[in-house]
């Protein structure tokens, strides 16, 4: 069993930055690719970004290229995303999943085993 604690979201104006923070228990944490998701209120629930076990490889959905960073500590046994020119369409929960088998299918969130319970991001103008 993997726990998953996500932290760090709140509130920020448009165009500043914001670090998650996601602390995993249980389980090796090195063996597993991470990835963050997130879901607006009436909305699906949307991949934003993955990292491999060993934090060489990353992937990012088209929308936040070029402003989020996802990185990983395995030695804490925790990721991060990095987040900077934020806007108000980023407004959303964040969710920290953890994925123990390896796939091709990244963005997808059943591919993923473990997730968090959310931390809240608002941005506002």
């Known amino acids: 069993q993997v726990q998953l604690v996500e932290s760090g979201g709140g509130l920020v104006q448009a165009g500043g930055s914001l670090r998650l923070s996601c602390a995993a228990s249980?389980?090796?944490?090195?063996?597993?690719?991470m990835g963050w998701f997130r879901q607006a209120p009436g909305k699906e629930r949307e991949f934003v970004a993955t990292?491999?076990?060993?934090?060489?490889?990353?992937y990012y959905a088209d929308s936040v290229k070029g402003r989020f960073t996802i990185s990983r500590d395995n030695a804490k046994n925790t990721v991060y995303l990095q987040m900077n020119s934020l806007k108000p369409e980023d407004t959303a929960v964040y969710y920290c999943?953890?994925?123990?088998?390896?796939?091709?299918?990244?963005?997808?969130?059943?591919?993923?085993?473990?997730w968090g319970q959310g931390t809240h991001v608002t941005v506002f103008l």
């Open positions: 990292i491999s076990r060993s934090a060489g490889t990353t």
């Open positions: 249980g389980g090796t944490f090195s063996r597993y690719g």
């Open positions: 999943a953890a994925r123990t088998v390896n796939t091709y299918y990244y963005a997808t969130d059943r591919s993923y085993d473990y």
